[in-house]
């Protein structure tokens, strides 16, 4: 079975603090993607990310993808209000679709 | 700026009405995806379109959801009858070539009384 797990789920942190994200997928994919959705929004590409090794960032966000160990991370950098959203990854391991992960609720607290 | 549009943006109707949502993907973009989301199901594939060609609609409840794409630029999903389980709200995604980056519209908040 296709799957994406993301950890965790619900993530409640204080503003300034740094924490990750994770994303485990089961297929060979060399392709991964993040994305972002604000309440009541629609979702936004974040990061695109293509091969092993991949480091993506921007602004206090960074991605990153090791395809042998099927792992993707998004790293939160001193965080800020502004990044309270749900975050979710997707695996290209099926041939048409992208397999998603459950999306992870973050809500940084002022 | 290349944009997936979605119409209506809101929709209230009553159980056993017709619904139809429409979805105007980004001009070149071949792949087209209806999602359906939910707070208890989440995200949820519901049809998939390659250069408009119906390639996936095994999420979708056969009896009562369809899907089209009459032409390049317009994608439909028709409810009919709709049923208060159907709220939820409706995304229209496109994507250059399988498997790639998926660009979703803004979505349809669907409300069944």
């Known amino acids: 079975e296709l799957k994406v797990e993301q950890n965790p789920l619900f993530l409640s942190m204080q503003e300034g603090k740094n924490y990750t994200i994770y994303c485990n997928y089961s297929?060979?994919?060399?392709?991964l993607y993040w994305y972002r959705q604000d309440p009541g929004k629609s979702l936004e590409s974040l990061f695109v990310?293509?091969?092993n090794g991949a480091v993506k960032q921007e602004g206090r966000l960074m991605a990153s993808l090791d395809t042998k160990a099927r792992l993707s991370t998004l790293h939160i950098t001193a965080a800020v209000h502004d990044l309270s959203a749900t975050y979710f990854c997707?695996?290209?391991?099926?041939?048409?679709?992208?397999?998603w992960g459950a999306g992870t609720k973050l809500i940084i607290k002022p | 700026d290349a944009r997936v549009t979605q119409t209506p943006r809101d929709k209230v109707t009553e159980m056993g009405q017709e619904v139809t949502m429409r979805c105007q993907p980004i001009l070149g973009h071949n792949t087209v995806f209806w999602y359906r989301q939910t707070m208890m199901q989440g995200l949820e594939l519901l049809a998939y379109f390659r250069n408009r060609a119906p390639l996936d609609d095994s999420g979708m409840p056969k009896d009562r959801f369809s899907a089209e794409m009459p032409d390049a630029t317009l994608a439909t999903l028709k409810i009919q009858p709709s049923e208060p389980r159907d709220s939820a709200v409706y995304f229209c995604?496109?994507?250059?070539?399988?498997?790639?980056?998926?660009?979703f519209g803004p979505g349809t908040r669907l409300t069944v009384l």
């Open positions: 995604a496109s994507g250059k070539t399988s498997g790639t980056e998926q660009f």
């Open positions: 997707a695996d290209s391991g099926s041939n048409y679709q992208l397999i």
């Open positions: 297929t060979t994919s060399d392709r």
């Open positions: 990310l293509l091969s």
